[in-house]
Every structure is written in structure tokens, then in C-alpha cells.
């Protein structure tokens, strides 16, 4: 899926470090599902690799909820 033409080149990086998983979940990615980038540290100006993850939209408004 990392590969497909219509996925952005971050995206198709972080589901390549990430194994195709969320980093949420652990259930991996499907053509399918919503995925979103995550800033770890919650900085949005924070865009280096080690602070972004690949998540499930549901699993990304997951995180907000628990973290507010």
C-alpha cells in the first residue's frame, strides 16, 4: 500500500516504518481506512520523522480524547 500512486509520500513512508500497523491499534491498514498523521508531541510545526505517526482517523480522535 506504501507504493500505491495515490498515497503521499509521508504517508507511504510512515506505513513502511510502521509495518502497515497503526501505532495506535496495532491492526494494520486497508485501502479502506482513514489514516492520519499524528505529531506526537502535539506540535504541529514539529514535522521531523521521530515526532509523526500513522494512524486510524478513529484511533487519531481517540488520542485527542485522552490526552485533553
Known amino acids: 500500500m506504501g507504493k500505491h500512486p495515490e498515497v503521499n ?3 507511504a513512508y510512515l506505513l513502511n516504518q ?3 500497523k497503526c501505532s495506535n491499534c496495532g ?3 486497508s485501502m479502506e481506512d482513514l489514516m492520519e498523521i499524528h505529531h506526537i508531541d ?3 510545526r514539529n514535522h521531523k520523522w ?3 505517526t500513522l494512524l486510524h482517523r478513529h484511533c487519531h480522535d481517540e488520542v485527542h480524547m ?3
Open 27 to 29: 491492526l494494520r491498514f
Open 9 to 11: 509520500k509521508k504517508v
Open 18 to 20: 510502521q509495518k502497515g
Open 50 to 52: 521521530e515526532n509523526l
Open 42 to 44: 502535539k506540535n504541529h
Open 66 to 68: 485522552t490526552s485533553a
